[in-house]
Every structure is written in C-alpha cells, then in structure tokens.
C-alpha cells in the first residue's frame, strides 16, 4: 500500500515566529491581527498545488488500481473500513465465496473490464472539482521556528530590514498555533503526482481520501525548501469574509518576541519599538551580523 501518512517526527515547539516586511509588522501591531492567505496567493508555483492530478495520465491511474486491487485481494486484509465502498463489496464478496478459484476469475474479470475506468475517472473528476471549490476559501498561515533563519531573514523579511515576530503557544487562551502542522519534505515524489498515490487515495473511503489530501496538498513541499522549518494553521475563511485573505486576531499575551532585522530602517525601528511595548510580554530583540557572518541576537534597548 502508497504510504498517504506523510507524518513528521517534527515536535511542535512552544514558539513559533514569523518574519514580515517592517510596514506589515507595523500593520500586525496596530491591529493584533495576522493576514491568513488562500494558497491562490502563495507566489511559490511549487507549493500548494492549483490543479491536481497534471502529471499522471488516465492509462498509468488505471493500471495503479487494478495493482492497488488486486494487492488488497492477494493480502486477505480486514483492515476494511477506510476503503471505498465498492471495493469492500467486492473484497466481501470474494472472502465470502466458497470457491476460491472463481472468485478470483470474477475480480481479474472486473478488473479487465470498465470498473477502474468508471471509478477512476469519476473519483479523479470529483476530487478536481471539490479542489477547486476549497482553494479560495483556505485560510493558510505560514510559520517557522527560529529566528535565526538567514535565508528567510533575507526572503521574507526584505533582506534583512524587516522584522520578526514570536508568538507563544498558550493552552489558556486556545491559541491557534496549537493546531500548527508541521511541512514535510518528502526526497521521493509526492504521492500527489504518483499513479500509485492516486490509485490509494482513489480507493479510499471519501472522508479518509479528502483528510490524506488536505494533509498531502497544503503541508509537503520539495526538499530544496527544508531549510525553513515551516509550520502551518489551515483554517477557512469567516462567512462574512471576501477576497483571498483574512485578518484573523491573535491576543496580545501570545506575542513574546520582536526582533529588529539587522538592516532595519531607523523609522520603522523607532514605531515598532513603540509599539511593542503595548505588548506586556514581547521581548525586544537586535539581530545583527556578527563577524563570522552569522546572526547574532542581542536585547534591544
């Protein structure tokens, strides 16, 4: 069986920050509100898929599924529940019969036929259609661990002039970082762009099918971009929302950290150190580039 699990041995850390542009950490302190986005406006093209299911071709999905079937006939598995409906009938009907031999006639006899086609190609249209319905309405926040990150002071921050922002995970006020899923970075194709993976997923119950490409879609991302750590809240969008983003409002008792980006405007600096200071328990902290090239963080005055 394509392992659809894709867990993390990753522990969620108790803090989790997020770099900004100084202008948006400004923005982020005036309101206490963070912008949650629709992958629609994530600017990575390799990131949370807009179409599934573009590198795998009909002949290869169909093959996949008559493996996939197969398998599930030759292993005699009871692990049934989260299969589709069909294909437990179909393992039922074989289990149950007393003729061994022509039972499995009549499943390589199905499998010869139409049935992966009409399933196949049903479930992958059906699937494509709810992707499409869902992408406008996810509400993504993008976090990380540490902020020592070099390459993200520089990309996300405004090379360097930017700011970070540490939020705590406080089980009092229910914080939503609590629900953060970690990014895995998967070496091998992502089962997502595998026949193999589709024919597991197309074979699987539709509640458990939709949860694996959820969990498959919005947190795995090529190994080139491991590095960042990342951590993801998925939400959906307020009733009363419109557009691709929302400005969800976090309490000001999760915010315990602001860090000054070493080439920060001397502006920018003074208003967010005023402003921080509304918030009783963020830290101010001066990151600098120390003489190894390296980030060093020190307490701002």
Same mark, same amino acid.
């Given at each position: 069986?394509?392992?659809?699990?894709?867990?993390?041995?990753?522990?969620?850390?108790?803090?989790?920050?997020?770099?900004?542009?100084?202008?948006?950490?400004?923005?982020?302190?005036?309101?206490?509100?963070?912008?949650?986005?629709?992958?629609?406006?994530?600017?990575?093209?390799?990131?949370?898929?807009?179409?599934?299911? !573009? @590198?795998?071709?009909?002949?290869? $999905? &169909?093959?996949? /599924? =008559?493996?996939?079937?197969?398998?599930?006939? *030759? #292993? !005699? @598995?009871?692990?049934?529940?989260? $299969? &589709?409906?069909? /294909? =437990?009938?179909?393992?039922?009907?074989?289990? *149950? #019969?007393?003729?061994?031999?022509?039972?499995?006639?009549?499943?390589?006899?199905?499998?010869?036929?139409?049935?992966?086609?009409?399933?196949?190609?049903?479930?992958?249209?059906?699937?494509?259609?709810?992707?499409?319905?869902?992408?406008?309405?996810?509400?993504?926040?993008?976090?990380?661990?540490?902020?020592?990150?070099?390459?993200?002071?520089?990309?996300?921050?405004?090379?360097?002039?930017?700011?970070?922002?540490?939020?705590?995970?406080?089980?009092?006020?229910?914080?939503?970082?609590?629900?953060?899923?970690?990014?895995?970075?998967?070496?091998?194709?992502?089962?997502?762009?595998?026949?193999?993976?589709?024919?597991?997923?197309?074979?699987?119950?539709?509640?458990?099918?939709?949860?694996?490409?959820?969990?498959?879609?919005?947190?795995?991302?090529?190994?080139?971009?491991?590095?960042?750590?990342?951590?993801?809240?998925?939400?959906?969008?307020?009733?009363?929302?419109?557009?691709?983003?929302?400005?969800?409002?976090?309490?000001?008792?999760?915010?315990?950290?602001?860090?000054?980006?070493?080439?920060?405007?001397?502006?920018?600096?003074?208003?967010?150190?005023?402003?921080?200071?509304?918030?009783?328990?963020?830290?101010?902290?001066?990151?600098?580039?120390?003489?190894?090239?390296?980030?060093?963080?020190?307490?701002?005055?």
């Amino acid at each position: 069986m394509y392992d659809l699990t894709g867990k993390s041995a990753r522990a969620r850390p108790r803090v989790f920050v997020k770099y900004t542009s100084a202008s948006t950490a400004i923005a982020i302190l005036v309101g206490s509100k963070l912008r949650w986005s629709s992958p629609l406006l994530f600017n990575d093209p390799f990131d949370v898929p807009r179409e599934l299911v !573009q @590198s795998v071709d009909r002949k290869s $999905l &169909h093959v996949a /599924i =008559r493996n996939r079937v197969s398998d599930l006939v *030759a #292993s !005699q @598995s009871t692990e049934d529940n989260t $299969l &589709h409906p069909g /294909i =437990r009938v179909l393992l039922a009907n074989v289990r *149950a #019969s007393t003729d061994p031999a022509a039972a499995a006639a009549a499943v390589q006899k199905a499998l010869r036929e139409d049935w992966p086609e009409q399933i196949g190609s049903s479930s992958l249209e059906a699937m494509r259609s709810l992707w499409r319905s869902m992408l406008p309405d996810f509400r993504i926040l993008c976090l990380t661990e540490s902020p020592r990150h070099t390459a993200m002071w520089h990309h996300y921050a405004e090379k360097y002039s930017g700011v970070a922002l540490a939020f705590e995970c406080v089980d009092a006020l229910d914080s939503a970082w609590l629900a953060a899923k970690p990014v895995n970075y998967p070496c091998g194709a992502p089962p997502l762009h595998t026949a193999e993976g589709w024919a597991t997923l197309i074979t699987t119950r539709t509640d458990v099918s939709v949860k694996h490409l959820l969990d498959l879609a919005l947190y795995t991302k090529s190994p080139d971009w491991a590095y960042e750590a990342e951590w993801r809240v998925a939400a959906a969008k307020r009733p009363s929302d419109s557009g691709l983003f929302s400005d969800f409002r976090f309490a000001r008792d999760e915010l315990v950290g602001v860090y000054l980006g070493p080439l920060i405007a001397t502006a920018d600096r003074d208003r967010v150190v005023s402003l921080a200071r509304d918030y009783r328990r963020a830290e101010l902290h001066q990151v600098s580039i120390g003489m190894s090239h390296e980030l060093e963080i020190s307490n701002a005055v």
